[in-house]
């Protein structure tokens, strides 16, 4: 019985390994099923935005020896703060469908006595007579003015001659 026991789990244990080993070899079989998803044409798939959204207006805005405070103003929190490098803050975002990201940007601002040094990544300032000037047009629509509608009350007190005027 014992034996028996033991060529039951060895056989358990040897199939797991092989059966994915031998799929694997056969050219993805086991990605078929997803795969035909993915053609599919009916099924809905959101662009995902994961991290932090940094935009180049953004980077040009940031001066050496700023402060984290003022870094973290701008750009926001920082995606990832490591214990051991604490004076090095990553900016990272991703987009894409489903679980494969198209499209990667990551920003690293690094800080000496609390002030910032140095930025590296994807983006880097601009130099002042590359950086186009946008110009947020800024428009405010008030609505006209209209008195309050006079209750029945009120509008007898007024025609009587003990409203407020």
Not at 126 to 136: H, I, L, R, T
Request: some cysteine; charged content about 25%.
């Amino acid at each position: 019985m014992r034996k028996l026991l033991i060529f039951i789990a060895t056989l358990a244990t040897a199939g797991c390994s092989t059966v994915g080993d031998g799929l694997r070899s056969l050219g993805g079989v086991t990605n078929v099923i997803p795969d035909a998803l993915n053609e599919a044409p009916l099924i809905y798939r959101p662009s995902i935005q994961q991290g932090n959204v940094v935009s180049q207006e953004q980077i040009n805005a940031l001066r050496p020896g700023m402060t984290k405070r003022q870094v973290r103003f701008l750009l926001g929190t920082p995606m990832l703060t490591d214990v051991f490098h604490a004076n090095r803050w990553d900016y990272a975002y991703t987009e894409g469908v489903g679980s494969t990201p198209e499209e990667f940007r990551q920003v690293t601002v690094y800080f000496e006595n609390d002030r910032l040094t140095r930025i590296a990544g994807d983006m880097r300032p601009q130099p002042e007579s590359e950086q186009e000037e946008v110009k947020k047009e800024i428009v405010v629509s008030v609505p006209d003015w209209e008195p309050p509608k006079k209750s029945f009350w009120r509008k007898t007190l007024d025609t009587v001659g003990l409203g407020d005027d």
